[in-house]
């Protein structure tokens, strides 16, 4: 979009910063931007407002105490780092968890996607003034916090991954819930398509609106609905199938044009899949132990820790020394609900980390951001920004 | 996984190659600094490894004398064959620069500013290397392993606005009581 600076009303740039603290900003981050009229001329994007040093903190903590940590990466879909974390050191220690605990992994994983797209778009309806929406999409996201938290005990903050297994085995119950919440999330899926996708006070604000090409998308790192958005099929579930996701069948929804609408419509298209995907997995989900057999890594049951030495001296080990993976470097990924999530991971064969660096997918988004306001009016940035699906947590972190 | 990519910089660049792995599943290629650019683009240009992942650093702190200190590592992803790569080469204390890869991929930019700011790495080229997470008067580099986790920043003095703002006597701040209303 060009300016006529020719024109008689021409007046000069103006310099209007938006944020870090603004109603309409989907996290704390600021955007100075350079105005002319309601045109943008450039952006420039800083944030770091929510910076607490995750990185120092891990190379302090050691490896099981990290997954904490990692929840408050992205707080929307947590088990997605869990997982991804657990991955990297399981990559180092060169563990295969088990496959019940793989297929936990993958259902709890998908869970944690609808929470995360749910709020991404309810959010973004939202801020373009459709309050009622959100509170549709809350009231699906609720039923999967609702199933979380009977397996976790914790609605956001999960931690739930162990190095060699999971906490714990899903409760009783859980199948018959977890299809209940399902064939109730498609119904409210339904009602949301109904809202939007043909809405036109929708459409006016979406359609061609953030557009980004395919090249430059891949240039700048983005990944996840991001990047499928303009058309390039990458999903780390399909390209390198790690836990169960190679013995459930899905698809990897695409858009055409890269713009906010055709996010929306991966971001809706996806949460179907990940249904597709728990029934799947929950009907394949096979018995056995969730923990592997190692008693370098996994505790040793009660049972044995009260009544033989062995067990008691392992127990003590693991709490005072926590595991110690081989000395190396491994790089752990998995799809967060907005993109690849890596961890790169070295030890230098301690029990903490010498470098524990998370690969956060929305800060390539947000590096782009800058330039696809570019030639935008102000009121785009809204539905720019809520599209982007900006993480604080794991932005800054 | 992509052993042909690892053993194709290796022949390209018999000099410049310093170590070639591929343990636990990931192609690792350290190349010397000097090289970094030239690797990075053959990468990218005849081998395809077209995604941006990852750029960070690790600092070695301590390990032996006449190693150098730092590492600054890259992953990238070929999305045509689906392949990854890991790129790595060594910096000294003494002179912590390489070459900025902001020329070669669009995202490369923000990671490196991040990487400066982190580990101190002089991105040399870079079209801006200003503070990204922290703020402009930081002091140090808090990745660095000799940076105390519970060292505290110093306070930083108001502008000259602020000053003025807050050094006026309570009554006659804007909010305050104002005497010449009064008169």
Redesign the interface.
Known sequence: MTVDSHLDLHTDYIEVMMGPSHPAMHGITQIKLYLDGETIISADV???YL?R?F???C??HRWNQIVPYTDRLNYVSPLINNVAYIMAVE??C?IKPTPRCEYLRVILSEMNRLTDHLTCVGAAVMELGAFSGFLYFVKARELYYDLLESVTGARVTYSWTRVGGMRWDIPEGFETQAYAAIKETRRILKEIDGLFTKNRLFLDRVVDVGVISRE?A??????GPFLRSTG?A?DVRK??PYAAYSEVEFEIPVGQNGDCFDRYMVRMAEMEQSMRIIEQALAKLPGGPVNVDDARYIYPPKQAVYTTIEGMINHFKLVYEDVHPPK????GYAEGGNG?I?F?V?SDGGNKP??C?V?PPC??I???LG?ILEGHMVADIVPIYGSVNMIGGEM?? | MSIEAVERIKARFTEAVEEAHS????D?VRVHRDSWVEVLEFARKILGF?????L?A???LGREEELPRFEV?V?LRN?AT?K?I?IKARVPESDPSIQSLSAL???A???ERECHE?YGILFKDSPDLR?????DEFEGH??R?D?P?DKRQPRIPLLASEERRFSRPADETPHGHDPRVKE
């Open positions: 800083e944030p770091g910076h040093g990185e120092k903190e190379e302090d990559k180092l060169e430059d891949i240039s700048y790192g983005i990944t390039v990458y390209a390198h190396g470097e491994a790089y690849e890596g790169y070295v010498v470098k660096r690969r800060f390539p947000v590096a782009a330039k800054d972190r | 343990r636990l599943g990931d690792t077209d995604l941006f992942v990852d960070t690790v600092d070695y590592v992953h999305m689906g990854r890991r991929w669009k995202g930019n923000w990671f982190m503070h990204l997470l922290l703020y808090p990745l392993k940076y986790i």
